[in-house]
């Protein structure tokens, strides 16, 4: 399956402020999914990166808030704005399996998890 | 709108005491239903997909079934190693994977 690094592993920010963590995966894909996990909860979708293209969010969360990047077929960044204790969780980015991986599920990355103080 | 529901949300076992998982779901046409091991700090490991009624997958002392309304997780004679959060998730329109809650599953030596 695919290899996703992602970074940072984790951060811990001040109100206010942006974080952006990064996604690399080590082949060419279509379709990169950025997750949410709160405290004790599963995954919640954010939005998907496609290649070239707008993001497309979710309901509960904007561009403002999430702005994602996806420069190359291998590359998505995800940008928390303007961060409150509320976005405090673990952010994780996940690739759709392609060709010969398709059998092997969807891959994650290690998440970053994000405090707010 | 396509949903997922897992039971129980926290399941202790003692080591060698089989159980199963359940993962009940709602959608538009399965494109594949997904299971999912998550150790705590770390992102979800796959375990299986499975794409149609009656399939069946196994990998170790982990047996995954899945009919048309829901798939379960069977664990047999399970190890302290076994203990993680389990995730169910569906395959949904546009390609994203739909999660359920998971099960938190502790298995005691």
């Known amino acids: 399956s695919a290899v996703i690094s992602q970074k940072p592993s984790r951060d811990i920010c001040q109100r206010g402020t942006s974080l952006t963590i990064q996604c690399q995966v080590d082949?060419?894909?279509?379709?990169m999914f950025w997750y949410r996990q709160q405290p004790g909860q599963s995954l919640t979708l954010i939005a998907t990166?496609?290649?070239?293209?707008?993001?497309?969010?979710e309901s509960g969360f904007v561009i403002d808030k999430f702005p994602i990047s996806r420069p190359n077929l291998t590359f998505s960044t995800l940008t928390v704005s303007n961060m409150s204790p509320e976005d405090s969780s673990i952010y994780l980015c996940?690739?759709?399996?392609?060709?010969?991986?398709?059998?092997?599920?969807?891959?994650f990355g290690s998440g970053t998890r994000l405090t707010v103080v | 709108e396509d949903q997922v529901t897992q039971s129980p949300e926290a399941l202790r076992l003692q080591e060698g005491e089989s159980s199963s998982l359940n993962c009940s779901y709602t959608?538009?046409?399965?494109?594949?239903l997904f299971w999912y091991r998550q150790d705590p700090g770390k992102g979800p490991e796959f375990l299986f997909t499975?794409?149609?009624a009656g399939e069946e997958k196994e990998k170790e002392r982990l047996k995954a079934t899945l009919t048309k309304k829901e798939s379960f997780l069977h664990i047999t004679a399970p190890k302290p190693e076994d203990s993680a959060t389990y995730l169910c998730?569906?395959?949904?329109?546009?390609?994203?994977?739909?999660f359920g809650q998971g099960t938190e599953l502790s298995v005691k030596p």
């Open positions: 996940s690739v759709e399996p392609q060709g010969a991986r398709a059998k092997r599920g969807y891959t």
């Open positions: 082949s060419q894909v279509t379709m």
């Open positions: 990166a496609n290649q070239g293209s707008e993001a497309t969010y």
């Open positions: 998730a569906v395959r949904s329109q546009g390609g994203k994977l739909i």
């Open positions: 499975l794409y149609s």
């Open positions: 959608v538009s046409g399965l494109r594949g």
